[in-house]
């Protein structure tokens, strides 16, 4: 995903930090995260309306260019695609815009059938719209970082290279209802990508007449559970029941808002005046919500982490990069400043993101940062090939939020402490922040990152040389071949063997820092029944009631 998801980045709710995770959110006391199927035509009396904060403005809510969390949650409920998981993750038929499908003996063609459904505007849905938003994305003009979700099809990453023609793209409508889809190699994950929003459709009328249409409510349509019909920037997102949704009898909700408070404390005050339907604790108070049963804490795949430019010096040298992870106490972190019971990371691919695999991929490979004792002889090590009698100060940069900024804090005191060296703190706006990283204008950066399908690709593709969420500059030919080596099988153990040697390069070259394995903290009131949770950190409102 999504950056809390990069973007990531980024938008999690993790405790305290939501802090958007690159590739965020969700809600509370109540721990009922399953799905209830509703009675056709059964609507509770009273209007129901779900309160949520996004905490910053969203930066896209086009598939195309969408990248992070919290556009991303927002997204997942104005658009669908050909597939929309079930609250255990999984892909079922007919969940989504596809009502059947077919795949080839050697998994190399699918055919989707899709189900009568219309835009918000009236229009049908068809399969030329998601073949002209897939091959958009695709589209070197488009300059959409995650354009490398699409690579799976046939020439796909030729056509976003400019090496081939959108007519040559393994994604082609054979009518208004079949979707004839051929990749370049066996993806034992590709169902479960159709669910995530770089695969939604557009509407190819509306995208043509106007290159701004995702833009604001008035000219946003939309195929999802929802509308938008209100966007006040930096302020307020509306989202309400769309009558066009094929499946609205089974959605309770007449209306979504989303405030943006990246204030922890306003947000808590809010949640208790009963002003927030769900929300995210402060920091300083998560461990003891958790203990009262105020606030839950579920694990979920991704990774707090912070990333080097490899391009700036001092981080040019691969030692500097390791003394400095190294030099993090990551239980001490944990413990006594994020208090949300977030797993120590010594690796990149966290534990759970291998299902299919039959082994734990983290378990499998091991650990590789080194422990604080061993970071001042790292940092020397470093500082000697590099030719420096003294360490020059250095900037670490994070997006505005107290989570975030606690941690920071934190970290700085171990760096100076086990490192004796001085770093500078300097934060921006969620999406200001998100261009920083982008045009590489930083020296270490925070960044977060959760799942976008359950398999270790979704994290260990990030850092292919020029990859679109890789805003570290990076670059390795071997990692680069290995990743080429996992997307071109379907053979488990060959990708197995391919990620194991390509996370011990990345862990030995260290072009980020993983701090720590997310967990979703959350608070929910009790009447708020039906959210689904997911374990890639993405929330489903679209069968919740409030009783």
């Given amino acids: 995903m999504k950056k809390t998801s990069k973007w990531l980045v980024l938008m999690i709710a993790i405790i305290m930090v939501a ?176 669910a995530f929003y770089t695969l939604f459709p557009v509407n190819q009328k509306v995208v043509e007449a106007n290159k701004d249409w995702a833009a604001e409510a008035a000219t946003y349509v939309s195929n999802g559970p929802f509308k938008l019909t209100k966007w006040e920037h930096d302020s307020e997102v509306v989202i309400e ?61 991704g990774n707090y982490m912070f990333v080097f430019n490899v391009e700036k010096e001092p981080f040019t040298n691969k030692y500097v990069r390791q003394a400095f992870a190294a030099a993090i106490d990551r239980e001490s972190l944990i413990n006594n400043v994020t208090q949300g019971g977030q797993i120590p990371a010594y690796a990149f691919v966290p534990p759970g993101a291998s299902p299919d695999m039959g082994v734990d991929f983290r378990e499998k490979n091991g650990d590789f940062v080194k422990k604080p004792a061993e970071a001042k002889a790292l940092l020397e090590k470093g500082m ?64 977060g990152w959760l799942a976008d399908y359950m398999d270790p690709m979704t994290f260990m593709d990030m850092w292919v040389t020029d990859g679109g969420n890789n805003d570290t500059n990076w670059s390795n030919a071997r990692y680069d071949e290995l990743i080429k080596q996992a997307k071109s099988t379907g053979d488990q153990q060959v990708r197995l063997a391919a990620f194991q040697e390509a996370e011990q390069i990345l862990m030995d070259e260290m072009p980020i820092i993983p701090v720590y394995f997310y967990t979703r903290v959350f608070m929910q009131h009790d009447n708020v029944k039906n959210v689904v949770r997911h374990a890639d950190g993405s929330s489903d409102f679209t069968w919740v009631t409030i009783e």
Avoid at 387 to 394: D, E, Q, R, S, Y
């Fill in 384 to 447: 000697q090939e590099l030719g420096l009698k003294t360490f020059p100060k250095v900037t670490l940069s994070y997006n505005t939020n107290d989570g975030n900024k606690k941690i920071a804090e934190a970290v700085q005191a171990m760096w100076k402490q086990n490192l004796g060296v001085d770093v500078e703190l300097t934060n921006q706006e969620w999406k200001v922040y998100l261009k920083t990283l982008s045009a590489g204008d930083y020296q270490i950066g925070r960044y």
């Fill in 19 to 194: 802090s958007v995770v690159l590739a965020g959110c969700g809600g509370g006391t109540s721990t009922d995260g399953e799905k209830k199927d509703q009675t056709a035509g059964e609507q509770p009396a009273k209007e129901q309306v779900l309160r949520l904060n996004a905490k910053t403005e969203p930066p896209s809510l086009d598939p195309a260019t969408t990248t992070d969390s919290t556009s991303g949650d927002i997204l997942r409920e104005l658009m669908e695609g050909l597939v929309r998981l079930d609250e255990n993750s999984q892909v079922k038929q007919g969940s989504g815009m596809a009502e059947s499908w077919e795949i080839s003996e050697d998994g190399l063609k699918y055919t989707f059938h899709l189900k009568d459904a219309k835009w918000s505007n009236g229009d049908p849905v068809t399969a030329h719209d998601f073949e002209f938003a897939w091959k958009r994305v695709l589209n070197p003009e488009t300059a959409s970082d995650y354009a490398y979700q699409l690579y799976y099809l046939k020439n796909g990453e030729a056509y976003n290279a400019g090496k081939a023609k959108a007519e040559d793209v393994g994604v082609k409508a054979l009518d208004d209802k079949t979707l004839e889809v051929t990749l370049e190699a066996p993806t034992p994950f590709f169902l479960q990508l159709t």
């Fill in 241 to 301: 029941k769309n009558e066009n949704y094929w499946n609205k009898d089974k959605v309770n909700l007449s209306k979504i808002s989303w405030v943006m408070i990246n204030d922890d404390n306003t947000e808590y005050q809010l949640f208790q005046n009963n002003e927030l339907d769900i929300a995210q604790p402060p920091t300083e108070l998560t461990k003891e919500l958790i203990d009262k049963g105020e606030a839950t804490s579920k694990p979920i795949l």
